[in-house]
């Protein structure tokens, strides 16, 4: 089962307070970017948030999933709808740990 596009709308618009997230669309699932950093995924219309050392501190003993067959763990927000201040300092926390992106380097032409 895929994520309806009415749930990506809908965390669009309780999340419109965080600047730089963007939604991309990806084999019938969504990946979250923060700061061009991947933060989350949106996987049969849950949100699954990256478990990094802050993510983690912020929401205490979170529910833990894997947001696709093979997938590691990650936390399960159900609750980002109806607690979006807490899904967005979530999200905050995650770009924060996380590494900057490595540049794309361009191939030379030939």
Do not use: N, W
């Amino acid at each position: 089962m895929s994520t309806r596009p009415d749930t990506i709308e809908a965390l669009r618009d309780v999340m419109s307070d965080l600047a730089g997230l963007s939604f991309r669309k990806m084999f019938g699932e969504y990946a979250l970017y923060l700061d061009a950093k991947v933060v989350a995924l949106v996987c049969d219309d849950t949100l699954f948030v990256k478990p990094t050392p802050g993510a983690l501190a912020l929401i205490g003993a979170p529910q833990m999933a894997p947001p696709y067959p093979g997938a590691k763990a990650h936390i399960r927000l159900e609750t980002a709808l109806d607690e979006p201040d807490l899904a967005m300092a979530a999200l905050r926390a995650v770009a924060a740990d996380l590494p900057a992106p490595k540049p794309k380097t361009r191939k030379p032409k030939v």
